[in-house]
């Protein structure tokens, strides 16, 4: 594995790694959770200035404002998932993480100063308000459907809709807002909270890492300067790409990182713990299965670099990050699945991460889209093609 800032971004790597395991993992079990178990504001503040003091809040992006490489990036990320902590922890969490990629793409030098910066030193979070309820025919995880509509006013923009499933809304303090125009998608910037943006409810869910929850809310007559706008009105979709490919692939990294985890934590469990005469690592039932969990971690490894590398080579990514995406979470759903399953009661308990991580995984196969819509666009790629030939 090697390409130009590999050198760099392993050293970075390394001092995440030891931040993360000497630093995050003993917070794992502070008590400072909200009513859904999310971390408090409060701990995520603290865990930040730690970061700051360690220099590896937000590592990915360097003291220049570049970021590291996809590939770099890569290395970094599964760092700090090494505990559902560690994103928050150094600010490579989701959604912030591809709203600051986002930004530092598209956006311009007033949009840039005004959120990018206090995304960056971690002194806020935001949230990406594109998902629907598709309950009431909205878009749910299909964008063309978009009901959130905005129109012209004055010398801004007026939109009104309703969002579900907008992880962290509630305590943000910046949110990216698409809506739909006679002219196509269009995406803003505003400050949160805001009056015109109400809160209706943040059901609870499988998955507890990410502060807020998911919420559902409506959005009434939210009026937004022009100059909050990202580009122009229509280009919104366009905007969309460049920010969900690649973070499809950061959540990747992400998970990746808690599942070597769990992984490391089962295998201690079947080195120590004794059953009907022996070792569990010496009944076959046991070895076999954290076999195959190396196996298929090294899979996912070859995936995340695999995609990396096509986005650093300048391809939109789309497709493969729709390869990724659904590679990833299955694996690592049967290998989070392996975990408890080795750890037999104890890995139903919160005794250890093996059963938080077994949840988040299980929403990772839903959210950045559900596995079953990545295969069908892949799917429809594949007609497109065939459809070409000679």
Known sequence: ?????????????????????????????????????????????????????????????????????????????????????????CNTAAPDEGNMYL????????????????????????????????????????????????????????IRGRKAFITGADGAQIGVVMAKADEGACMFLVDLPNPSIRIEQVPRTIDSSMPGGHATLYIDDLYVPANQMLGDAGEGFRYAQVRLAPARLTHCMRWYGACLRANEIATGYANRRTAFGKLLIDHEGVGFMLAENLIELQQVELMIDWCAD?????????????????A?????????????????????TEETIVEQVF???????????????????IAKKIKRDWSMKP
């Open 1 to 89: 594995m090697s390409y130009p800032d590999y050198a760099e971004a392993s050293a970075i790597a390394e001092r995440v790694e030891r931040f993360v395991r000497d630093v995050v993992v003993p917070y794992e079990r502070d008590a400072r959770r909200d009513h859904h178990n999310c971390p408090t504001e409060a701990l995520i503040v603290e865990l930040r200035q730690k970061a700051r003091e360690a220099g590896v809040m937000t590592p990915h992006i360097l003291s220049d404002g570049s970021h590291l490489s996809h590939r770099g990036t890569a290395l970094v990320l599964t760092k700090t998932g090494l505990s559902p902590l560690g994103p928050l922890a």
């Open 328 to 348: 990833v979470s299955e694996a690592l759903m049967r290998v989070a699945d392996r975990c408890v399953q080795v750890m037999g009661g104890s890995g139903l």
């Open 359 to 377: 949840r988040e995984i299980r929403a990772f196969r839903i959210y950045d889209g559900p596995t079953e819509v990545h295969k069908w666009s």
């Open 103 to 158: 930004l530092g793409k598209v956006g311009s030098p007033e949009i840039k100063a005004r959120f990018l910066e206090p995304l960056v030193l971690g002194e806020a979070r935001s949230a990406f308000f594109m998902t629907e309820p598709a309950s009431e025919e909205g878009a749910g995880s299909d964008p063309s459907m978009m009901k959130t509509a905005c129109r012209r006013d004055g010398d801004g923009w007026v």
């Open 310 to 326: 096509a986005l650093d080579k300048g391809l939109q990514g789309i497709t493969e990050s729709s390869m990724a995406k659904v």
